[in-house]
């Protein structure tokens, strides 16, 4: 089984930025691809961004294209989120979650192993 813990949300203002961090433990998931998704109140979860195994594949929703940057440091099982010149509609919990078929998919079915979350606030 793996586990997914994310930290490095917070209250900031719009146009500052925040680095997510998502460490895994129970196994390795330098295999795997990796994805993060956000929900913001009464809405529903919404894809963001994901990352390969090798971290050679990336895609990003049009919405943060040129704002995030998602990586991986394969050594400490950990998946980062930098967020640069963050809008007050990047208000949301953000999760991570794993890419269970490898497909670089932007589905929330196709995606296991959810961490509990971590709330960012952006105010105007």
């Known amino acids: 089984q793996v586990q997914l813990v994310e930290s490095g949300g917070g209250l900031v203002q719009a146009g500052e930025s925040l680095r997510l961090s998502c460490a895994a433990s129970g196994r390795t998931v330098s295999r795997y691809g990796m994805g993060w998704f956000r929900q913001a109140p009464g809405k529903k979860r919404e894809f963001i961004a994901t990352i390969s195994g090798s971290g050679g594949s990336i895609y990003y929703v049009d919405s943060v294209k040129g704002r995030f940057t998602i990586s991986r440091d394969n050594a400490k099982n950990t998946v980062y989120l930098q967020m640069n010149s963050l809008k007050p509609e990047d208000t949301a919990v953000y999760y991570c979650?794993?890419?269970?078929?490898?497909?670089?998919?932007?589905?929330?079915?196709?995606?296991?192993?959810w961490g509990q979350g971590t709330q960012v606030t952006v105010s105007s």
């Open positions: 979650a794993v890419d269970l078929y490898g497909l670089g998919s932007s589905a929330v079915a196709d995606y296991g192993y």
